[in-house]
Structure formats: C-alpha cells, structure tokens
C-alpha cells in the first residue's frame, strides 16, 4: 500500500510540478538554447531501481561534448560550465526537467540520487542494496546532513537508506526528503 500511495503522489506532484513551473522552464529552455550551442537538454544515462539503466533529463549546463571533454564529475568551477549553466546550477534549476523522469517512473521525488554506470559497477553487496528504490529528485544529502562534496558514509548509508525508506516502522519523514535516525548520523 505504502509503494502505490507513494508512486500516486509523485505522479500527482510532478505534472502539477510540471504545468506550474511550465513557464519557467519555456524561459530556460530559450535562454539555454540562445546561450551556447548545443541542445537544450542533458540526457546522461543512469542506473535506476533494480539496476536499469535510463535518461536523466537536466538542462544542459556545460558546453556541448562536455563528458567527452572531461568526465562525468563537475566541480562549481570547472571551465565547461557555461555561464548561464553557472547560475541556473546555484538555484538547481538545472533539475526541474527530472520532474518528467519522475512522472514516467524512472525517478521518485524522495529517493537516492542515481549513479553513472562506472560508480555502480564499483558497489559491493552493502551498496547494491541501494538499487532497490527508485532514484530520487531529492535525497537526504541534500536535506543538509551532507554537502555534495563529502563521500557518502561507506557502506553504511545504504543500508540505512533502504531499511529506512522501505520499512514503514523506520520511516521519519519530511515533505520531501528522508531524514535518518539522528542516533545514525555522522
């Protein structure tokens, strides 16, 4: 019960997500378009639930061919970074276009942030477990607990992630990201 109500609401949050913010994306969508070649979406590919591979949608941020030009890793500063990608990066709204990933149901809004290829084939069994939810818009690293920057807790966050997120008796929730036990912080 708890995976259909969870799966409705998401469906229901990302079209109205997706008609209201409507507007704003037709604006970004234009000035990402006027403000450097290249199309106007990122289309990186990404492990989702049960290790399926599919489409992360963002605005493109970074100069055309920017994977092949150094990786799939990008820092505030890296040079690939267009400078309208710069800023619409600081507000994350670079972003709203997974709404539609998450309206298909490749994404959830709440969830772990999907992984490249080359980091998941690097998981040993603890982080695997990781791949049993479907990768989030939002997560608990970005609820504050963690800066982007910082690795994840080993194999321990995983495990905590999945028992939290799919056990109705762990689960402590905010609107719109888990929050883990405050007894399981670092």
């Not at 969870?6 to 994306?25: H, M, Q, T």
């Not at 403000?35 to 591979?53: A, D, I, L, N, T």
């Not at 809004?109 to 049993?132: M, W």
Request: charged share 25%.
């Amino acid at each position: 019960m708890y995976l259909f109500v969870k799966r409705a609401f998401d469906v229901a949050a990302s079209a109205l997500g997706l008609v209201g913010a409507s507007p704003l994306i037709a604006i970004l969508a234009i000035a990402v378009k006027m403000s450097s070649p290249g199309p106007v979406f990122y289309r990186g590919k990404r492990v989702g639930r049960y290790g399926r591979p599919f489409h992360i949608l963002k605005f493109r941020t970074m100069v055309e061919n920017a994977e092949r030009l150094g990786g799939t890793a990008t820092a505030n500063d890296d040079i690939r970074l267009t400078s309208l990608g710069k800023r619409i990066r600081r507000w994350k709204l670079d972003e709203l276009p997974q709404l539609w990933n998450v309206l298909t149901g490749e994404m959830s809004l709440v969830g772990p942030r999907p992984e490249v290829e080359t980091y998941v084939a690097a998981y040993g069994e603890a982080e695997s477990r990781i791949l049993e939810l479907r990768p989030g818009l939002t997560d608990w690293r970005r609820s504050g607990t963690l800066t982007r920057e910082q690795p994840w807790p080993a194999a321990s966050m995983p495990r905590r992630y999945t028992e939290t997120s799919s056990d109705p008796s762990r689960r402590n929730y905010s609107c719109f990201t888990v929050i883990p036990d405050p007894s399981e912080r670092m």
